[in-house]
């Protein structure tokens, strides 16, 4: 439960900064060789395919003028691979070059369009290896000469094989221009199951919030080592001063988890050159933003895979610019804002793959009608509802930050699971939830407190059918206590005692794990 300018600015300037503002990371490229293989125990059962791509509006296709304001450059759906070429016929000349096959001879002469003619021996006693070269560009057209590859001159033997670059670590000749990739590997695209199964899944959701995820695939390499069992869901958050992460979603998926976006109303990259006054929630409900929605939900739609979106969380606290009171903003217009969103992507038919999520936050150290000295208001689970019609998911944003609360389950969850289970019959995300390693009070240390309550709090999880899973954020962060600025450390192996703790209560088969690459 961090303030927007905690999460996002860290507080401070000091060293050590707020690690939630995983917004800021640049979008990993998708050019990697993670392949998706099915896993038992994953929520909602083994993946599956999705070969129908549902109608999109004419709406959803048109280029969103917000869209090229942004910092954020948009995000591609990975191209499919190329079909194999005819081998029998001819192969085209490439992009630069021209072709010339010499019958009944073994050489090939090619000729580059702007350089003299090469001629390179492609005859079966002769076969080509990187050590044959001094520059890169000579290996490329020797590769290019003879796409068969027999001497795997752009990485494994076959055609079609790594990133289309004959032998990168030679030395480019500057006098010459670079290659042009040939035939680069693209991963396929992964599967995932159905919404449907998503939303009422076969086992739980071990979430994990990290700076890095999900493009850090050593990141989530290491929190699988660490817990015995990967990650089943990564959760990361972003504002609407950036496009749709198509890449981060296809990342996620591509290790078997469950991507989550926290998908926020106001301008969270502090280089985006945007301000949160242009994404109030009055824009929203005035239509202002639909340009911007309606591109972000036809990206839902082209992109083709699950996610689940949780917007605007913590709507009851009083610390956010969606909250009652910021910008005129009252819990009616919270609920026009997200039910107007919502009908947008249900247009294009978005809603198939996004599962919404609607996350307050503890409802224990919340005064509901009372107000901060900038007067935002806190109010009620029930006022702030948009209704099940417009909801797949309750999530909440629950942790320990105190001794004196106790390690017992009841004592941190019980009257936000009591109060979110009196508003709706929805499957429950703890959608936020870790313990502080120092009370955030006191500055005790909590090193005995904190491995009990990993172990309640897991198995309290386990214990309650209502509850579908969690995201343990696991980073260090800062908060504002009583106006000071105090450092903190979430993560669950803050002490070996945690991680122990935590370990083992992950290791319940009721709790589905990601996909590991082999060798991980």
């Not at 001879?105 to 006693?125: C, F, L, Q, W, Y």
């Not at 996350?359 to 208001?377: E, F, M």
Request: charged residues 20%.
């Amino acid at each position: 439960m961090f303030s927007l300018f905690e999460r996002v600015f860290g507080g401070s300037r000091q060293s050590e900064r707020i690690t939630t503002a995983v917004i800021g990371l640049s979008l990993a490229a998708v050019g990697t060789s993670i392949y998706l293989s099915p896993v038992s125990g994953h929520p909602g059962g083994r993946p599956k395919a999705q070969v129908v791509t549902p109608a999109v509006s004419p709406r959803a296709n048109v280029p969103s003028a917000r869209a090229s304001e942004t910092s954020t450059a948009p995000t591609k759906r990975p191209a499919k691979p190329s079909p194999e070429p005819d081998r029998t016929k001819p192969h085209p000349s490439p992009p630069g070059y021209q072709v010339i096959h010499a019958p009944g001879k073994t050489d090939v002469v090619v000729k580059e369009r702007a350089n003299p003619v090469t001629t390179i021996n492609s005859g079966a006693a002769a076969i080509p290896h990187c050590a044959d070269f001094s520059w890169q560009q000579d290996a490329q057209t020797s590769y290019i000469a003879n796409l068969s590859d027999p001497g795997s001159l752009d990485g494994a033997t076959g055609p079609h094989n790594g990133d289309g670059i004959a032998c990168n670590n030679l030395p480019v000749d500057p006098n010459r221009a670079q290659s042009i990739p040939i035939d680069a590997y693209v991963p396929p695209i992964p599967s995932a199951a159905a919404k449907s199964e998503l939303v009422s899944p076969n086992s739980k959701y071990f979430g994990v919030a990290q700076d890095g995820l999900p493009g850090d695939s050593v990141m989530f390499d290491r929190l699988a080592k660490q817990t015995g069992k990967a990650p089943s869901s990564v959760e990361w958050f972003s504002g609407f001063d950036s496009n749709y992460p198509t890449d981060q979603v296809v990342q996620a998926w591509s290790r078997g988890s469950l991507p989550i976006i926290t998908w926020m109303s106001v301008a969270a990259d502090p280089g985006s050159g945007h301000d949160s006054s242009e994404y109030t929630l009055t824009h929203v409900v005035s239509g202002d933003l639909d340009d911007y929605l309606y591109q972000y939900a036809g990206d839902v739609v082209r992109a083709n895979l699950p996610v689940a979106i949780r917007f605007d969380h913590e709507m009851n606290n009083n610390a956010y610019p969606w909250s009652a009171g910021a910008y005129g903003n009252t819990p009616a217009k919270y609920i026009a804002a997200w039910r107007h969103i919502w009908n947008i992507f249900n247009k294009v038919g978005a809603n198939t793959n996004a599962i919404w999520m609607w996350a307050p936050t503890r409802i224990d150290n919340l005064k509901p009608g009372a107000t901060s000295g900038s007067g935002v208001g806190q109010t009620t689970l029930a006022e702030d509802y948009p209704g099940d019609g417009y909801v797949d998911w309750l999530g909440a944003s629950i942790y320990l930050r105190q001794a004196k609360t106790g390690t017992g389950y009841d004592a941190t969850f019980g009257k936000t699971i009591a109060a979110l289970k009196k508003v709706s019959s929805k499957p429950i995300f703890l959608s936020e939830t870790a313990a502080a390693q120092s009370d955030v009070s006191t500055r005790a240390d909590l090193t005995a407190e904190k491995s009990a309550w990993i172990s309640n709090a897991l198995a309290g999880f386990l214990a309650d059918p209502r509850i579908v899973g969690f995201v343990w954020f696991n980073n260090r962060g800062i908060q504002t206590v009583d106006g000071e600025q105090v450092a903190n450390d979430w993560r669950f192996d803050s002490s070996a005692a945690a991680l122990a703790a935590f370990k083992r209560g992950i290791s319940d088969s009721r709790f589905a794990s990601g996909t590991l690459r082999d060798g991980a």
